[in-house]
């Protein structure tokens, strides 16, 4: 290709390198609650909700918050024969008594007000566990509701938990405490910065990706459930490899190959003074190509070191060489009748 029209098409080259390429891992994900901080309020006996302070999903709640009374003729019970084994002084049946009431769920605090005052309340009250926000609240005041129901679910975010889906062929590449980077689409330029906590042990038959668990420390709560975010995991490296970028490698559906700038007899490439070389030489040549991190992608067969692959202009470069090749297969005319040298690694790789 002569100098003036490798202006013309806007020829750029990069050189081959060996270096070490970081296996960073783009995905999405969603953000969803920290189970562990996750409480599930259920009822151990059957009975009324009454006084039900609670009246939708979302309100904020305090550790020790009065949520809700409960009606159980089996808690009523329990409790006339706490004060009847109270009344006879017997120690092993008092015990008993104290172990079905906690067993039933009644609070250490209100068993010690029953034994101080002998009355018998007709409503137990419930408090809630721990600090959050009720993300479930299937019941209603005056419901009768059995063990097996859920009366309401609290979540802290104060963290929260972020899971990511990673592509089959990169799910080597995830371990344990690897750092991970979150964006999202509606906080530009925030930044938060967590660790890969958990990583699922098997593959989503349909989408065929990794489940990966990362946690986040939320102050401020600005990570919300279901938020949809743009996620980067740092894989670590892989030492001592070729890299070239990208944008040169050409992939069929069949096979890979790039273009390589072949130097001319004084060592020029395609990047040097056009005005001042000769008519540049180039060769299609098949490559095998291993991960990708970014903009670089390695190369473990067909490159050397040093080589000047084509990243601009190369697909124009390369339909001439393959169709160059298939007339000759045709016609079976040599390749040097149209100006081209027909290398021993196939039709796709000669010279020009």
Excluded: C
């Excluded at 006996?45 to 939708?56: D, F, K, R």
């Excluded at 938990?161 to 925030?190: K, N």
């Amino acid at each position: 290709i002569s100098s003036v029209m490798l202006h013309n098409l806007g020829i750029r080259t990069a050189t081959a390198e060996r270096t070490r390429l970081w296996r960073g891992i783009d995905t999405v994900g969603y953000v969803d609650y920290d189970e562990s901080k996750v409480s599930h309020i259920h009822l151990r006996t059957e009975g009324w909700i009454e006084n039900l302070v609670v009246e939708s999903e979302g309100e904020r709640v305090k550790k020790g918050d009065f949520l809700f009374d409960i009606y159980s003729p089996k808690l009523v019970n329990a409790q006339e024969e706490m004060v009847t084994a109270l009344a006879t002084g017997n120690s092993g049946l008092i015990a008993a008594t104290r172990e079905r009431l906690l067993a039933l769920g009644i609070s250490d605090s209100q068993i010690k007000k029953l034994q101080k005052d002998k009355k018998v309340k007709q409503r137990i009250s419930f408090f809630a566990p721990q600090d959050g926000v009720v993300s479930e609240l299937p019941v209603r005041e005056g419901m009768f509701v059995k063990p097996s129901q859920k009366v309401m679910t609290l979540g802290d975010l104060s963290s929260v938990w972020l899971l990511a889906e990673v592509f089959e062929r990169q799910s080597q590449w995830v371990r344990v405490g690897q750092d991970a980077e979150v964006r999202l689409s509606y906080i530009p330029g925030m930044l938060w910065q967590g660790k890969v906590e958990y990583i699922y042990p098997s593959l989503d038959a349909k989408t065929r990706t990794l489940k990966v668990r990362l946690r986040f420390d939320n102050p401020g709560e600005r990570l919300k459930p279901n938020m949809y975010a743009n996620v980067k995991i740092y894989g670590g490296a892989k030492n001592n490899i070729i890299v070239i970028p990208i944008e040169g490698l050409i992939r069929t559906g069949r096979d890979e190959r790039v273009i390589i700038a072949l130097p001319d007899d004084a060592g020029n490439t395609a990047d040097d003074n056009h005005s001042q070389k000769p008519d540049q030489r180039f060769q299609a040549r098949y490559v095998t190509a291993g991960i990708e991190s970014g903009d670089y992608v390695e190369i473990l067969q067909g490159v050397d070191e040093g080589d000047n692959i084509v990243i601009s202009g190369q697909f124009l470069i390369d339909s001439e060489a393959s169709m160059r090749a298939s007339l000759n297969r045709l016609t079976g005319d040599d390749v040097r009748s149209s100006g081209s040298d027909q290398s021993d690694n196939g039709a796709a790789d000669h010279d020009h």
